[in-house]
């Protein structure tokens, strides 16, 4: 399973890199507009930051058009970046029409909510879909087991696309991956917790505390 960060921040994708734990990273309208004014110059600093490929959306979800349009440009603008179009019927037809005109452009289907657009994104050939299974459990306050089902499918009829699915808390994290998943996207505060738990800050603690008493502040040799 590849893990990405959903972020918009340049410091955090590095810092996460820095890590050695992300593959690439997933933004959406609302992290980009938490940039600044200068939509393309945050977009730019994204990709330069991210070790893989970097998910953003085209903007709309009515008109096949602007969508398509949007899609060759972000492609133009560099080649890390796969196109995110909503699971609309617009959305859809667009898919179908660069996978037709512009098979070179990637797609990601994204806000998939259930399991028959996530069909629909298998059948029409999308590269990848994105399940919005973590939200919906932070909703509707219950666990969401899209990526079986969803994995099941693809798998009865032969569809390539690979599945994505937007991590909320460590639980989710490692049922996705159970699952099978092909990519996990988390936000940086929720990534932040993969490292985290309560019983190994009280072993660790408990460790330290013996050796202190034991033997001060000494270490081991530093070769």
């Keep these: 399973m590849q893990l990405f960060i959903d972020s ?3 410091d955090e994708i590095r810092q996460a890199c820095e890590w050695g734990i992300i593959d690439g990273v997933t933004t959406n309208p609302a992290l980009i ?6 939509m393309q110059a945050t ?3 994204v990709v330069e930051a991210s070790p893989g490929v970097v998910l953003c959306q085209a903007v709309g979800s009515r008109e096949v058009v602007p969508l398509k349009a949007q899609a ?3 492609h133009r603008f560099s080649e890390k970046i796969v196109v995110k179009l909503p699971p609309s019927p617009a ?5 179908q029409d660069l996978k037709r005109e512009s098979p070179e452009i ?3 289907i994204t806000l998939v909510a259930s399991i028959a657009q996530a069909y629909l994104a298998g059948k029409l050939g999308a590269d990848i879909v994105a399940l919005f299974n973590g939200p919906l459990e932070q909703v509707l306050d219950q666990e969401v087991d899209m990526v079986a089902p969803v994995r099941k499918i693809y798998a009865n009829y032969g569809f390539k696309t690979k599945i994505l699915s937007c991590g909320r808390f460590p639980r989710a994290f490692g049922q996705f991956a159970e699952a099978g998943t092909d990519i996990c996207t988390m936000r940086f505060e929720f990534m932040k917790l993969l490292f985290e738990h309560p019983y ?11 050796w202190k008493q034991a033997f001060g502040e000494a270490t081991w040799p530093e070769a």
Excluded: E
């Excluded at 507009?33 to 200068?38: C, F, I, L």
């Excluded at 190994?200 to 013996?210: C, E, I, K, S």
């Design 8 to 10: 918009s921040s340049p």
């Design 33 to 38: 507009s938490k940039g600044g004014p200068d």
């Design 43 to 45: 977009l730019r600093k």
């Design 72 to 74: 060759r440009w972000l």
């Design 91 to 95: 959305g859809l037809r667009a898919l």
């Design 106 to 108: 990637k797609i990601a």
């Design 200 to 210: 190994t800050d009280q072993r660790v603690n408990g460790f330290m505390a013996d």
